[in-house]
């Protein structure tokens, strides 16, 4: 018989040991404890050794292990040791694994273009004859250093080299030249583009009673606030410009009616019903035309309010918002834009060319990350359109407008969207 006993402090960890044992679920570490308090209870050396063979030869080794330097910290070692089930895959199977993703479903022989762990799973069986859940498979993805990542568009005109190597060319050439330019000469550098807020809203994730999901009401109406925008580099400053276009539509004709304009001037009016102009003063200019300058000016701000609306994104709008620049700020101008077709029309080139001050650079082609105004784009819808009603056009106004005034207020909430952008440049 055993004659060896334990203390009371010792017997009560072993006991509370067991019991995190059968928490875990961990036999091998049950049958250890159980062995060790056989040792308290007296049970003989070869009787233990038999309760736990394979862990040890007897009991005694096991009472040898419990009275070594590491004691009871021995035991908490073995709670999470050996257990879980060996890799199904070996580590030069994983990267091929990760080769077949990143040729897409396509490659693999799938219709469809989205990689899910269903269809990854599905390739493996196919090609390593190994089954996995479509539920586990996601820790097994990251092993080849795989993870769920949003696409993003290329051009289908130039091959896949050549656009990686126009965005090296900026990371690593341009913008660099750029930033030095400007300290050199005291330019202010300004990231341009434009954005539209639609009238039915935006929707977005939120909390809500589980079970029930949120309901946002909307008109349905098809119709998008225009803005063209643009953001100091070095100090945060915001300018901005609606897009505006003019029309008589019958129904603005039918209020100037009811207003009781003059007969001849409708007459003149009714000449220009449906015709879209993308400027304030070209819509003036149509009105000098069939009523007179000083017809015009008489009741220009009543024709004005029944013919504004919602303008497009083109040369025309796009210079009217390049007129604010040089006004607003009196140093070279480096306007950083993207590749839209309008900004390159022949209007554009020549107001620009016409203004010494202003210079332009094009980003290279679907890359709106190197253009931190994105960001503040998905702010202030964040803030201004996400899950809200707008029952007028103008209460959508309203709530853009509202946004685009606190980013005037504290410039910090544009410099924010430039932080990295800015720390990489040196600049606090």
């Known amino acids: 018989m055993v004659s060896l006993c334990y203390s009371k402090t010792i017997v009560k960890a ?166 030095e330019q400007a300290r050199k000469t005291g330019a202010v550098i300004l990231f341009a583009d434009e954005v539209s807020f639609a009238m039915w809203g935006s929707l977005s994730r939120t909390w809500a009673p589980r079970g029930h999901q949120p309901v946002v009401k909307t008109r349905g109406i098809r119709k998008g606030l225009k803005m063209f925008g643009a953001i100091n580099f070095f100090d945060g400053a915001f300018e901005y410009r609606e897009a505006r276009a003019y029309t008589l539509t019958p129904e603005a004709l039918k209020q100037l009616k009811a207003d009781r304009l003059p007969t001849e001037v409708m007459a003149g009016l009714t000449g220009l019903k449906g015709q879209r102009y993308p400027t304030r003063e070209r819509f003036h200019q149509a009105l000098d035309g069939v009523m007179g300058r000083e017809a015009r000016v008489h009741y220009q701000h009543r024709l004005q309010a029944v013919a504004e609306g919602s303008g497009r994104f083109n040369s025309a709008g796009y210079i009217e918002f390049l007129k604010q620049l040089p006004a607003r700020f009196d140093t070279r101008i480096i306007l950083v834009e993207d590749s839209a077709p309008y900004h390159a029309s022949r209007e554009v080139r020549q107001f620009k060319a016409e203004h010494s001050r202003l210079s332009s650079v094009s980003l290279p082609v679907f890359s709106p990350e190197f253009n931190p105004i994105e960001k503040l784009w998905r702010n202030t819808k964040k803030e201004a359109t996400h899950l809200k009603y707008f029952n007028t056009f103008d209460d959508l106004r309203a709530s853009v407008l509202r946004v685009f005034r606190g980013f005037l207020d504290d410039a910090t909430k544009v410099i924010r969207v430039m932080k990295k952008l800015r720390t990489n440049a040196g600049i606090a």
Do not use: H, M
Not at 53 to 78: I, M, N, S, V, Y
Not at 97 to 107: D, I, L, S, Y
Not at 170 to 178: D, G, M, R, V
């Open 14 to 179: 072993l006991e509370e040991e067991l019991v995190r044992a059968q928490q875990l679920n961990n036999l091998r570490l049950y049958r250890v404890v159980r062995g060790l308090l056989w040792i308290n209870e007296g049970k003989s050396w070869s009787e233990i050794g038999q309760a736990v063979r394979g862990e040890c030869q007897d009991g005694r080794e096991l009472a040898e292990r419990l009275a070594g330097e590491k004691g009871l910290g021995w035991l908490r070692e073995q709670r999470y040791q050996g257990r879980g089930r060996k890799s199904k895959l070996t580590a030069q199977q994983k990267q091929q694994v990760g080769a077949w993703v990143e040729k897409g479903p396509q490659a693999n022989g799938f219709s469809c273009g989205v990689w899910n762990t269903a269809l990854i799973a599905e390739l493996i069986w196919r090609r390593l004859g190994v089954r996995y859940n479509p539920r586990y498979l996601s820790t097994v993805l990251k092993k080849p250093g795989l993870s769920y990542r949003k696409a993003r568009f290329i051009s289908d005109r130039c091959d896949e080299q050549e656009y990686e190597r126009a965005r090296r060319q900026w990371s690593e050439q341009t913008w660099p030249k750029l930033l």
